[in-house]
């Protein structure tokens, strides 16, 4: 008999999770060293003992044996779970040969569920809406301990920002928490397990230091942020739960018996940067040996109001350290400090110099011509008050003293440090690379160097844009706009394990949505204020993304869960609708240009907005078609779209010649991508594409709309040979030209006006993953059940390796070439089917066979490579 096994188990998508408010959802991995097992049936055991559920005593919930091949989002269906629980939970599998794997207890505990808060919303009397200059106030509270400790969990929510200390360690790595959200609709709060915090014996205290954040940004700016109808001061909420080994409990909540002070933190904003006094710091302050001489009491306040919910999503963190590769002094004094990156984060302080003294760190991602400043004025513009990425720092000793900034984060290469001496007794600057803490679970490796740097430029200006919301840049503006957003979530899937990111972010647009069913273009936000134009092309994501998680994971609740949102949405763009065609919003945003402005510009792009808008407008019907269809809905999207589908070819496309409005690539991409026309029709127009990139030089053409349309299509017709001459050219517009001009992270604009850290244009790494190495869904079937390996061997690239992480296992396909021969590996995960598809090039009696769960390999002759 062969090993058959389960060799990973998740809760809700995440291992061991604590604080779920949501219904348990289970998934597990299988793996079999027998090629084409696959799971038959399946049983949960769900208990409050571990040794119950393993033993398939589920005394909570018991499945029964299932049959089926079901293994991912299978949902609890057992009685009421209790609220603060730890639940333990194992699953049985049988495969084909009739073996039964049973895995090793996992568990997951529920949070607040609908239980009461015992505590009550405090903040610090001496924090008034009035003042800018307040900075983060500390609140501390002491008490007994009465035995020897079992266990002790910590509910909690801060706002805007917070972080907790016991004792004077702090209770997590977790930064910036909770993540933004629009905060009268729906706040998060975070559960620690803070058992090995508390002392063994004798009193404890708690402490927590507050941030304004996003809940408080007083900053004027161009989207009016601080006319946010939440805006308040900042005020905690929390509940720390202390099971003692007796049985017996108590609950330290949030009150008036609470204290507040005034801490080291003179300033912080979101939009400005981080003051800090070290003068002022009050040593021991969140320990019981602090007296607290002087404290206030803390004060009752309003609420947040909406919904409080247990984060599931993965917090921000420090994920990497980056030391300055260049340090000098300019010709003024300061010091410029080259971090060799352009990222997302802060930094590290060593401050050096006597008592006293301030330090002033200015972050930018581009020096002035000269290298003796830091350039910010391309990029602070919609900032209208206070300073730009600027963090501030006082001494209080002679001696070096260390600092790193609590409630902020930059988007920089570069700090100007202004009030360091002039010789540097060691190292003084290290950068902390911030960003939501989930895994790189996606692999694109090969011998090309070119795609290698795309590829390195998308990856480190995605993560720059993960800080709870996708972000469009990480210092100009730190918005979460729906079309960047909507274009590169594929792309977000494949590297990374962003399932409960981005499903975090449909709830913000959800919460976002006007009771007329439009969609701001930047959410979470209520459109306070600041009412630019979101057409569909644009908010097209609230039906993309719905279904790219379908797609991953096959779980229709999530469908279920959004349909209504995006249905009124739909309803929406009807009543904008004129003959059947949709006309507002921004459109192809960053076509190549001239000029250093970006609105200006907007005439200039070849696409017309009517068109994208009323292609994604039908695009919509056809999707809500499709969910309707596995909901078990009426449907009646499909008559609907086809009325779209005939108003724009009426409007858009020429009847007798096939040339489409705009006579440029984003028009022809976009008509191809959303399969507007006849499969013959289309197969023409693809033709007429390539022709055009090739009289254009090979050169981009396209903006944030096109991005996605063109290169996508070129991959599903076997245009890889355009897409990488399109790729490698080394002028302006293209990805080497950034690369050329210093860049290390993708650009807003082609010809480099506006943001350099912007992730608009990094749906090209999925295209890596699709079409070059040729992972995809096979057709509308889920959570790669049956995928295609659809790898472009005729390609000029002598290795390749790729690996995308499925809800079964990891997906693997590379090749390695010798002379005319080419050996293809490909790993198909337990219990799903790999379809081959293969060049004309390559000579293979295997095109087209269908691969089952396991290894195989493949040696091969292969024609001349393209590219």
């Not at 990156?341 to 401050?351: D, E, I, P």
């Not at 090969?446 to 590829?455: K, V």
């Not at 379908?550 to 004129?578: K, N, W």
């Not at 096939?658 to 959303?674: K, L």
């Amino acid at each position: 008999m062969g090993c058959f096994e389960i060799v990973q188990c998740t809760c809700n998508h995440q291992e061991n999770p604590l604080g779920l408010d949501r219904t348990p959802r289970f998934g597990w991995k299988m793996r079999s060293d027998t090629r084409g097992d696959a799971q038959t049936a399946y049983r949960i055991t769900v208990s409050t003992d571990a040794r119950r559920a393993q033993a398939g005593q589920g005394d909570v919930w018991d499945s029964g044996q299932t049959a089926g091949d079901e293994n991912v989002s299978v949902a609890y269906a057992g009685p009421p779970l209790q609220p603060r629980t730890r639940y333990y939970w194992c699953v049985t599998a049988w495969n084909r040969a009739g073996e039964a794997a049973v895995s090793r207890p996992a568990f997951f505990e529920t949070g607040k569920l609908n239980e009461a808060w015992r505590a009550r919303w405090i903040t610090a009397p001496f924090l008034k809406m009035d003042k800018t200059d307040t900075g983060a106030p500390y609140l501390r509270r002491t008490f007994p301990l009465r035995g020897e400790v079992r266990s002790a969990r910590l509910y909690i929510c801060g706002l805007g920002y917070h972080e907790a200390f016991i004792e004077g360690k702090k209770v997590s790595e977790n930064l910036l928490e909770p993540a933004f959200t629009k905060y009268d609709a729906l706040s998060y709060y975070r559960v620690y397990d803070v058992t090995e915090h508390l002392p063994a014996a004798g009193p404890a205290t708690l402490g927590v230091a507050l941030g304004n954040g996003w809940y408080n940004c007083f900053t004027e700016d161009a989207w009016n942020i601080r006319q946010a109808s939440w805006r308040a001061v900042p005020k905690l909420l929390c509940e720390l739960y202390i099971t003692y080994a007796d049985g017996t409990q108590d609950c330290i909540c949030s009150d008036t018996g609470w204290k507040t002070s005034p801490g080291p933190i003179t300033f912080n904003s979101i939009r400005n940067g981080e003051w800090y006094d070290a003068r002022l710091e009050l040593p021991g302050w969140s320990e019981s040996t602090y007296g607290a001489d002087g404290w206030q009491d803390a004060e009752l306040v309003r609420g947040a109001g909406g919904v409080l919910r247990a984060a599931e999503m993965q917090p921000i963190r420090v994920m990497q350290e980056l030391a300055p590769v260049n340090a000098y002094r300019t010709q003024e004094g300061r010091w410029i400090f080259d971090l060799g990156q352009n990222f997302a984060g802060k930094v590290r302080l060593t401050a050096y110099g006597p008592a006293g003294s301030e330090i002033v760190l200015r972050y930018c991602e581009d020096l002035t011509g000269d290298g003796q400043h830091v350039e910010q004025k391309h990029i602070s513009g919609f900032v209208r008050t206070g300073e730009f990425q600027t963090d501030k720092y006082i001494k209080k000793s002679d001696g070096p003293e260390e600092w790193t900034p609590q409630f902020v984060y930059h988007g920089f290469r570069y700090v100007e440090a202004e009030g360091l001496p002039e010789e540097l007794p060691g190292p003084c600057i290290m950068g902390l690379v911030m960003h939501t803490s989930f895994e790189r679970t996606g692999h694109f490796e090969c011998s090309d160097d070119t795609l290698m740097t795309i590829q390195r430029l998308c990856h480190w200006s995605s993560i720059s844009n993960c800080q709870g919301v996708p972000t469009d840049c990480p210092h100009r503006e730190k918005n979460a706009w729906t079309g960047d957003a909507g274009t590169v979530h594929d792309q977000l899937l494949l590297n990374y394990d962003a399932f409960l990111f981005l499903e975090k972010w449909l709830d913000d647009l959800c919460q976002s949505q006007r009771p007329n069913g439009s969609i701001p273009c930047v959410c979470p936000s209520t459109g306070w204020g600041y009412n630019w134009g979101n057409g569909p092309d644009w908010s097209m994501v609230l039906t993309t993304l719905p279904w790219a998680l379908y797609e991953q994971t096959g779980d229709a609740a999530i469908l279920a869960r959004y349909y209504p949102f995006i249905c009124r949405h739909f309803d929406f763009m009807s009543s904008m609708a004129v003959d059947g065609i949709v006309n507002y919003g921004i459109g192809d945003w960053c076509a190549p240009f001239d000029g250093p402005a970006i609105s200006v510009n907007m005439s200039t792009f070849k696409a017309p907005v009517a068109l994208t808008d009323t292609a994604c407008y039908y695009r919509s019907a056809r999707m809500l078609s499709k969910m309707s269809r596995v909901l078990g809905l009426d449907d009646p999207y499909l008559a609907r779209s086809e009325e779209i589908r005939a108003a724009l070819l009426r409007n858009f496309v020429d009847a007798d010649t096939g040339e489409v409005a705009g006579a440029c690539q984003t028009s022809d991409g976009c008509v191809a991508f959303h399969h507007l026309l006849k499969p013959q029709e289309e197969a023409r127009l693809m033709e007429r594409l390539a022709e055009r990139i090739a009289q254009n030089g090979w050169h981009i053409d396209y903006g944030i709309l096109g991005s996605k349309y063109v290169l996508n299509m070129l991959g599903e017709y076997g245009r890889t040979d355009v897409i990488y001459k399109m790729l490698t050219r080394e002028d302006y517009p293209g990805y080497l030209y950034w690369v050329d001009h210093g860049c290390t992270t993708l650009a807003e604009c082609w010809n480099l006006g506006g943001s350099h850290n912007h992730y608009m244009f990094s749906d090209v790494s999925a295209v890596f993953y699709r079409y070059f190495a040729g992972i995809r869904p096979d057709g509308d079937i889920p959570a790669y059940r049956s995928f295609l390996l659809a790898p472009a061997l005729d390609l000029a690239i002598d290795t390749l390796s790729c690996s995308v992480e499925s809800p079964h296992g990891t997906i693997f396909a590379g090749w390695k070439k010798d002379g005319d021969t080419v050996t293809f590996t490909a790993g198909v995960p337990f219990g799903t089917t790999a379809r081959l598809r293969l060049p004309a090039g390559v000579q293979a009696p295997e095109n087209g066979a269908v691969l089952d769960g396991g290894r195989h390999e493949f040696c091969w002759k292969i024609a001349q490579s393209a590219g």
